[in-house]
């Protein structure tokens, strides 16, 4: 539990350093035509709708660990929010914030 938890913390630094340092990419692009060029523009404007999805998927997964650490706070984690039943430790070593078994993981993936 110690090793995920770790695993965690690691990967929540790690997430909030690319955040920090992603800030720049997702600047308002500039629309002066005098300074810059009109296919300079597109590219700085694809290059920050890029750095904006980067950012939302950056948030949502430390909106994940963060509730994995609470659910190891409480003393819940571990277990499939769909069924109780324990997620296999090889599952949560490959992802530590899945919340949900292989079978129920499954079954909401068809719906």
Same mark, same amino acid.
């Given at each position: 539990?110690?090793?995920?938890?770790?695993?965690?913390?690691?990967?929540?630094?790690?997430?909030?350093?690319?955040?920090?340092?992603?800030?720049?990419? &997702?600047?308002?692009?500039?629309?002066? =035509?005098?300074?810059?060029?009109? @296919?300079? *523009?597109? #590219? %700085?404007?694809?290059?920050? &709708?890029?750095?904006?999805?980067?950012? =939302?998927?950056?948030?949502?997964? @430390?909106? *994940?660990? #963060? %509730?994995?650490?609470?659910?190891?706070?409480?003393?819940?984690?571990?277990?499939?929010?769909?069924?109780?039943?324990?997620?296999?430790?090889?599952?949560?070593?490959?992802?530590?914030?899945?919340?949900?078994?292989?079978?129920?993981?499954?079954?909401?993936?068809?719906?």
């Amino acid at each position: 539990m110690n090793a995920l938890r770790d695993k965690l913390f690691k990967l929540r630094a790690e997430l909030q350093e690319l955040a920090a340092m992603g800030d720049e990419s &997702a600047a308002v692009v500039e629309l002066d =035509q005098t300074k810059v060029g009109r @296919l300079s *523009r597109m #590219d %700085a404007m694809q290059a920050q &709708a890029m750095a904006l999805a980067s950012e =939302q998927r950056r948030e949502q997964t @430390l909106r *994940r660990i #963060d %509730a994995a650490l609470k659910r190891i706070e409480d003393d819940e984690y571990g277990c499939c929010l769909q069924c109780d039943e324990l997620i296999n430790p090889k599952r949560l070593e490959f992802d530590p914030t899945v919340t949900l078994c292989i079978e129920c993981a499954s079954k909401a993936e068809e719906t």
